[in-house]
């Protein structure tokens, strides 16, 4: 293999494709050196430059000036040190004898490479379910992600549930504690349905390898068993969970006897404030509803508290409650309009976060108990 191309284009695939490769730190628990390193592979006029943990698969193709063709995999970090030492505009790399030669006007550095051979090869995702812009997942997993629980003890919260119905797309991810969802309107009805439960990992690195393409298709197996995110410069293949996501619809609040509609900024400054003194174990927070405002208040024994008033177009019951004002803040980062509507359901005291435009968007959140 011997292609010429971009090294700054390089450079950021080559990062990219790092952060699915698995730590030097873990390097010795890896079941497969390939996990360890980045396969590139030269074709017509372009550059594939891709990675796996062996769950989740990310590939990205870069233009290039195609020599050679081949493929070839070599140590991710000492690759990406010595693109990123390399001064110059473009970079030749070239495999060779058991190295790949990464070479600039002045400079030239072989890495131990590994045969192509060892990279796995996923089963063809061949059935199709949906188009849509990058913009738009991007916008619906940034908009949930937050709400999944990828490092706790209930698998399925571990992931993002991504349901694709006649006439819409939602995704869901929760925690236990809250619950974020997203909805948008099908391109395409003609495509097939399907449900799937997505590694977190792997859908926040479509949304971010993704985010600028004009269309992304989602492609599933004949087993249901993977999921792909296509573009035409790149593409995440995941291997989907096999555990039962929790009937989310059952825990929707059916009612809200309080509504305030507050300036999206103004309230999510009055929480990061109220954020210095909440509770550290659940960012216990105390919120009071009443006409024409939303007082939030917080405090810490030992370091002092802290009270914010935010103006509110009000309507209904006043309620006093406490609620983890981190679960706050995540919700409203991701509403992207100016104001946001509160809705708080009685007796529970669910609190329900929407924009009051744009996105079909959802955050539950659940109250906590005074401590």
């Not at 952060?19 to 030269?42: W, Y």
């Not at 939602?170 to 395409?188: E, L, P, Q, W």
């Amino acid at each position: 293999m011997k292609v010429k191309c971009s090294r700054q284009e390089l450079e950021a695939a080559l990062k990219s494709a790092s952060r699915i490769v698995v730590a030097e730190t873990e390097r010795k628990k890896a079941p497969s050196p390939v996990m360890t390193h980045i396969f590139l592979s030269s074709e017509d006029g372009r550059l594939k430059v891709a990675a796996t943990d062996l769950s989740i698969e990310w590939s990205k193709w870069i233009g290039a000036e195609v020599k050679q063709r081949g493929d070839v995999a070599a140590h991710a970090g000492k690759l990406i040190e010595v693109v990123s030492l390399i001064a110059d505009e473009e970079v030749t790399i070239s495999a060779k004898d058991g190295f790949v030669k990464v070479e600039g006007k002045k400079t030239s550095a072989r890495v131990k490479a590994t045969s192509a051979q060892d990279f796995p090869v996923f089963p063809p995702a061949d059935v199709l379910l949906e188009r849509l812009s990058g913009a738009l997942l991007s916008n619906m997993v940034n908009s949930v992600k937050a709400a999944a629980d990828p490092k706790g003890v209930r698998p399925e919260m571990n992931g993002i549930l991504v349901e694709v119905k006649e006439d819409s797309i939602i995704m869901v991810a929760t925690d236990g504690f809250r619950m974020s969802i997203s909805k948008a309107k099908r391109s395409n009805g003609a495509f097939a349905e399907g449900s799937m439960l997505v590694p977190v990992k792997a859908m926040t690195e479509a949304a971010r390898a993704l985010a600028k393409e004009n269309v992304v298709e989602v492609w599933t197996t004949k087993e249901r068993n993977q999921v792909m995110f296509r573009a035409e410069q790149a593409s995440i293949r995941s291997v989907l969970s096999e555990y039962k996501f929790p009937p989310y619809r059952a825990v929707l609040p059916t009612q809200y006897d309080t509504r305030a509609v507050v300036t999206t900024s103004e309230m999510l400054n009055a929480c990061r404030r109220a954020r210095i003194f909440a509770k550290p174990q659940n960012g216990t927070t105390r919120l009071l509803v009443e006409s024409g405002r939303i007082t939030v208040e917080a405090q810490s024994d030992e370091m002092g508290a802290v009270s914010c008033e935010v103006e509110a177009d009000f309507a209904g019951v006043p309620r006093d409650f406490y609620i983890n004002v981190e679960y706050l803040i995540d919700a409203l980062e991701a509403v992207k309009s100016r104001q946001a509507i509160i809705e708080i359901e009685h007796p529970s005291n669910k609190t329900v976060i929407r924009p009051s435009e744009g996105a079909d968007d959802m955050h539950v959140i659940m109250p906590v108990a005074k401590r």
